[in-house]
T-cell receptor
Framework: QKEVEQDPGPLSVPEGAIVSLNCTYS??????FMWYRQYSRKGPELLMY????GNKEDGRFTAQVDKSSKYISLFIRDSQPSDSATYLCAMSHSGYALNFGKGTSLLVTP | GAVVSQHPSWVICKSGTSVKIECRSL??????MFWYRQFPKQSLMLMAT?????????EQGVEKDKFLINHASLTLSTLTVTSAHPEDSSFYICSARDSAGANGNTIYFGEGSWLTVV
């Protein structure tokens, strides 16, 4: 079993919809949880950073971490076509090397 | 926000030659940098962890003599692909850890470097 599981999609939603992206993991030692957005042929861009459990909100983005279930989520409200990208979850136990999910491809249609 | 600069953005080289890719942290000091490669529609695969002033730590299956990593300063790490072959063609991405940032231990990525070996 991979340490981080993420459905690759693709996920297609209409503009304005709420998007829910998720990852599960198996290593209970993970403490740092991140979501990155990667546009085609570009490096990943950090969207959200969460330490330990809880929720974090930044504009249209909300990250949730449920350590008891080993489950993390990223919600995007009022999705826009410019949100179309691959979203990668990443996590670490030490703040050093990251363990990535495979990424979920999101398409927001006008 | 923190910026990690990677150069070159893309490079085409002949088989058998060597290529150097630079990764710089522009507004923070990075004692630790990471090098990844990513094939199309695949996730990032960690190649090695680069620590300033010491030897890099390579992941299993990554040839250290082929992928030379140097982290000579707190803001610069380089990856040299030696004797490149077409199968080395990939997207190489570096990241740097900002241990002093507001979020603590946040990792930022460069824009990536596309390597095509012909």
């Amino acid at each position: 079993q991979k340490e981080v599981e993420q459905d690759p999609g693709p996920l297609s939603v209409p503009e304005g919809a709420i998007v829910s992206l998720n990852c599960t993991y198996s290593n209970s030692a993970f403490q740092y949880f991140m979501w990155y957005r990667q546009y085609s042929r570009k490096g990943p861009e950090l969207l959200m950073y969460t330490y330990s459990s809880g929720n974090k909100e930044d504009g249209r983005f909300t990250a949730q971490v449920d350590k008891s279930s080993k489950y993390i989520s990223l919600f995007i409200r009022d999705s826009q076509p410019s949100d179309s990208a691959t979203y990668l979850c990443a996590m670490s136990h030490s703040g050093y090397a990251l363990n990535f999910g495979k990424g979920t491809s999101l398409l927001v249609t006008p | 926000g923190a910026v990690v600069s990677q150069h070159p953005s893309w490079v085409i080289c002949k088989s058998g030659t060597s290529v150097k890719i630079e990764c710089r942290s522009l507004d923070f000091q990075a004692t630790t940098m990471f090098w990844y490669r990513q094939f199309p529609k695949q996730s990032l695969m960690l190649m090695a962890t680069s620590n300033e002033g010491s030897k890099a730590t390579y992941e299993q299956g990554v040839e250290k003599d082929k992928f030379l990593i140097n982290h000579a300063s707190l803001t610069l790490s380089t990856l040299t692909v030696t004797s490149a072959h077409p199968e080395d063609s990939s997207f190489y991405i570096c990241s740097a850890r900002d241990s002093a940032g507001a979020n603590g231990n946040t990792i930022y990525f460069g824009e990536g470097s596309w390597l095509t070996v012909v």
